[in-house]
């Protein structure tokens, strides 16, 4: 039997965090159960107001978020805060598949488009690493706003 995964974030702000990857993932944030967002509305804008209706503190209106891929197909992206920060390296990251089918320079070019979007964004360029066939074909590590790596594959 196949199983589907949610990969959970810890962060100090996810709201923040989960608009990032959205964006960096051509995801959606979606909006509070039984909602549909109007065009243009901004789901975090229904959450506020779903979260108010509902009797919860403002001050925990930024506890949880999520981010999830508008067909279902990927992963859904949780995203719940802790009061501690980010102390060491990540031991699991995702790589973002950039430039599938690439190769070479056209390869990295496709990925120092998309680390510039992304640093646009708030994300933060660590290291080009270039290609070594056969072993590489080449990537560019990242950190999200949060400090958590990541890379553009």
């Known amino acids: 039997m196949i199983r589907t995964i949610q990969v959970t974030f810890d962060a100090h702000d996810p709201e923040a965090l989960s608009r990032f990857w959205a964006a960096a993932m051509g995801y959606v944030n979606p909006p509070p159960p039984g909602h549909e967002l ?65 190769e070479g320079e056209e390869r990295m070019a496709a990925l120092e488009a998309e680390c510039g979007r992304l640093v646009a964004l708030g994300a933060t360029r660590v290291e080009r690493h270039e290609p070594s066939p056969p072993m590489t074909a080449g990537h560019i590590v990242m950190t999200d706003p949060e400090g958590n790596e990541f890379c553009l594959d």
């Open 38 to 102: 109007e065009p243009g509305q901004d789901p975090f804008d229904a959450w506020h107001d779903f979260l108010a209706r509902a009797g919860v503190p403002e001050s925990e209106w930024n506890s949880a978020s999520a981010a999830q891929d508008p067909d279902g197909h990927g992963p859904r992206l949780f995203f719940q805060q802790v009061p501690e920060g980010k102390s060491a390296k990540n031991r699991v990251h995702l790589d973002l598949r950039a430039a599938p089918g690439l």
